[in-house]
């Protein structure tokens, strides 16, 4: 069964710690599970990803920034994303469309509507079956990343606090919008009660589908 599950959070959400545990528990279960990440998941990306999240490159323009996302994702999409579905397997991926709609088109201020525009232009109108968002205060999740100093420290995670209060916003409204697609997960619990409310939905979603 080939489903599109992708995983949505602020700065130290635990989004990428769930995502390995869920790939772990559905492989037990049985499913042909395959786990990527955005910006990323394929040669090409990764090396895009490098370009977009080097400390170094201060003075990128923030249109430039959500072309180089968007380039990323159409390469990551045709390479890894869409022959694994074709395969039947369930791709777990640590972000996608809806991080350009929040970081690009809202934090950013480009615009939601014209970030979404171009992101079909990339994707081909692909959306996720299931987006898990994992959601936390911002100052939470930034403290966690202050604690844990082995993690990647990028370009991003030297924004202002205000950037990402909008980030949480954004997402929050989002999620709103479409209560179906996604679905808030509260990230402030612990790692095995955020891994466990997850299993519920994604199970949830599995069930209604294998019915159907
Ligand atoms: P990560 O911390 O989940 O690896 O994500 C890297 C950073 O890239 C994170 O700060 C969010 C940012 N990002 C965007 O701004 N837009 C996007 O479309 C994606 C995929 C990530």
Do not use: W
Not at 1 to 8: G, N, P, R
Not at 104 to 129: C, H, S, Y
Not at 193 to 207: F, P, Q, S
């Amino acid at each position: 069964m080939s489903v599109f599950i992708t995983f949505e959070g602020g700065e130290g959400a635990g989004k990428t710690t769930v995502l390995q545990s869920v790939k772990e528990q559905l492989i037990n279960q049985g499913y042909e599970v395959i786990a990527t990440r955005e910006p990323g998941g394929s040669v090409i990306a990764e090396k895009v990803r490098d370009v977009i999240l080097n400390p170094d490159h201060t003075e990128m323009d923030e249109r430039t920034e959500a072309l180089l996302y968007a380039a990323a994702r159409r390469q990551h999409l045709v390479e890894t994303v869409t022959p694994k579905l074709d395969e039947g397997c369930i791709v777990l991926c640590d972000r996608f469309i809806d991080s350009s709609l929040v970081y690009q088109g809202v934090a950013r201020g480009i615009g939601v509507e014209e970030v979404r525009q171009m992101n079909l232009f990339a994707t081909g109108g692909l959306m996720p079956d299931l987006t898990c968002y994992v959601d936390i205060e911002p100052e939470v999740g930034l403290k966690r990343i202050e604690e844990h100093k082995g993690r990647e420290y990028n370009r991003l995670d030297q924004e202002k606090i205000d950037f990402h209060l909008m980030v949480r916003d954004a997402y929050l409204t989002l999620a709103k919008q479409e209560p179906i697609r996604i679905q808030t997960i509260d990230g402030a619990q612990p790692l095995d009660e955020v891994v466990d409310r997850t299993m519920k939905v994604i199970n949830h979603y599995l069930n209604k589908t294998n019915s159907r």
